[in-house]
């Protein structure tokens, strides 16, 4: 079951300008997890915010949470050709104790140098 | 991927054999997660262990086998019974929070 769905699927941009990426979930959450997975590669996580956060930053990442509207965004900053790679969201389930993340399908993103 | 090691990186075998992933970790995590991934899709849980000795069925379970003998490994078995077997396969652990680490995954091939 899918919990947490990307907006894009796929995004394309040029070297320095932002990249936007939104999650959209069902149910309630402890927290919500944006992860990173290059061509072919495992995935590397990049930031985890709390259901009592609204904002976060990592670097050039920034990374906001509503949960009213349970959704959250992704901004990455500055873009890199390096930053091409798929953003994936991940979720937990509040009432399910300790159960096991929930990936959504990702966005494809492509920053052309 | 760090302290999770998958092999192999390729594998390629005929439909109807089983055939079985391995995942190595040496995190101390107790907590280790088998995925399959489909072109431009996203990850879908096969199997789970919070604990040595113990495992549970995630969403896609069927056509699959684990064992948990060792902390440190978790192998997947895919059988013939999976219909569909070729894809990347992914493997995770989590320590104690809830984030996840991720091994370099193995891409099977069946034909």
């Known amino acids: 079951s899918q919990q947490g769905e990307e907006d894009p699927q796929a995004l394309s941009i040029q070297e320095g300008e932002n990249a936007t990426m939104n999650c959209s979930y069902k149910?309630?959450?402890?927290?919500l997890q944006w992860y990173r997975q290059n061509s072919g590669r495992g995935l590397v996580h990049l930031i985890l915010i709390r259901s009592n956060e609204r904002e976060k930053h990592s670097g050039r990442l920034r990374v906001t949470l509503d949960t009213s509207k349970k959704s959250s965004s992704l901004l990455i900053t500055a873009s890199r050709a390096a930053d091409t790679a798929s953003y994936f969201c991940?979720?937990?389930?509040?009432?399910?104790?300790?159960?096991?993340?929930?990936f959504g399908k990702g966005t494809r993103l492509s920053v052309i140098a | 991927d760090g302290g999770i090691t998958q092999s192999p990186k390729y594998l390629f075998r005929k439909e109807g054999q089983n055939v079985t992933l391995s995942c190595e970790q040496n995190l101390n995590h107790d907590a280790m997660y088998w995925y399959r991934q489909d072109p431009g899709q996203g990850l879908r849980l096969i199997y789970y262990s919070q604990i040595v000795n113990d495992f549970q069925k995630g969403d896609i379970a069927e056509g699959y086998s684990v064992s948990r003998e060792k902390k440190e490994s978790f192998p997947l078995t895919v059988t013939s019974a999976q219909k569909n077997p070729t894809a990347f396969y992914l493997c995770?652990?989590?320590?104690?929070?809830?984030?996840?680490?991720f091994g370099p995954g193995t891409r099977l091939t069946v034909t």
């Open positions: 149910t309630s959450i402890n927290n």
């Open positions: 995770a652990t989590e320590g104690q929070g809830t984030q996840q680490y």
């Open positions: 991940a979720t937990d389930r509040f009432y399910s104790g300790n159960t096991p993340l929930v």
